[in-house]
């Protein structure tokens, strides 16, 4: 069982604009900034959004972060076939000292 | 341009021990902590500690404590990882990841092509 709750799928249309949820505590997201993964089948996690709402160099901005509380959201705009992949969101617990990631999101582009 | 490469896949026995190697390259070694990351198939990530490559300090997460030793070679700018007393549950794709960018961000920024590490007898 994960530290961080997400749920299991989310799915959109080309264009359309999706959300994810990820639930923490106040050991966990309350506290801290919240990081989120892609991860395309068969290679390795890539860093999407970090310290909340920052993106890497090469990320496009159709990907956005936000909090509330104990909870984190991942949202994509203008969704695209190659959006289709498992996305996770990580930040660190106080109560654990450890990096805690979620469970995982599977979004399907149909 | 940042590179993390890890070594290959290793099949192992219950009971036996692995070392998985994280060569680096493409930026000054000792200013990034290397994290190590697994994934068992079909879960998501579950993080096992990390390393200073400057001085060498290890934190692990608690349980793994007394089962996994991270070191480092600055050499060679590898980090290493044993996991000993290997058990079915630690079949995994064991992944090195560099926390950080010039920004100071905290987040795993650079990751490494993964190691698939299966125990079976």
């Known amino acids: 069982q994960s530290v961080l709750t997400q749920p299991p799928s989310a799915s959109g249309t080309p264009g359309q604009r999706v959300s994810i949820s990820c639930f923490g505590s106040?050991?966990?997201?309350?506290?801290?900034?919240v990081n989120w993964y892609q991860q395309l089948p068969g290679t390795a996690p890539k860093l999407l959004i970090y310290s909340l709402n920052q993106r890497p160099s090469g990320v496009p901005d159709r990907f956005s972060g936000s909090k509330s509380g104990a909870a984190a959201s991942l949202a994509i705009s203008g969704l695209q076939s190659e959006d289709e992949a498992d996305y996770y969101c990580s930040t660190w617990d106080d109560s654990l000292n450890a990096w805690v990631f979620g469970g995982g999101t599977k979004l399907t582009v149909l | 341009q940042v590179q993390l490469v890890q070594s290959g896949a290793e099949v192992k026995k219950p009971g036996a021990a692995v070392t998985v190697s994280c060569k680096t390259s493409g930026y000054t070694f000792n200013s990034y902590y290397i994290h190590w990351v697994r994934q068992a198939p079909g879960h998501g990530p579950e993080w096992m500690g990390w390393?200073?490559?400057?001085?060498?300090?290890?934190h692990y997460v608690q349980k793994f404590k007394g089962r996994i030793a991270m070191t480092r070679d600055t050499s060679i700018s590898t980090v290493y990882m044993e996991v000993s007393d290997m058990r079915p549950v630690d079949t995994a794709i064991y992944y090195c990841a560099r926390e950080g960018d010039s920004s100071g961000s905290d987040a795993f920024h650079v990751w490494g092509q993964g190691t698939l590490v299966t125990v079976s007898s």
């Open positions: 390393i200073n490559p400057n001085s060498g300090a290890t």
């Open positions: 106040s050991s966990n997201i309350e506290k801290n900034s």
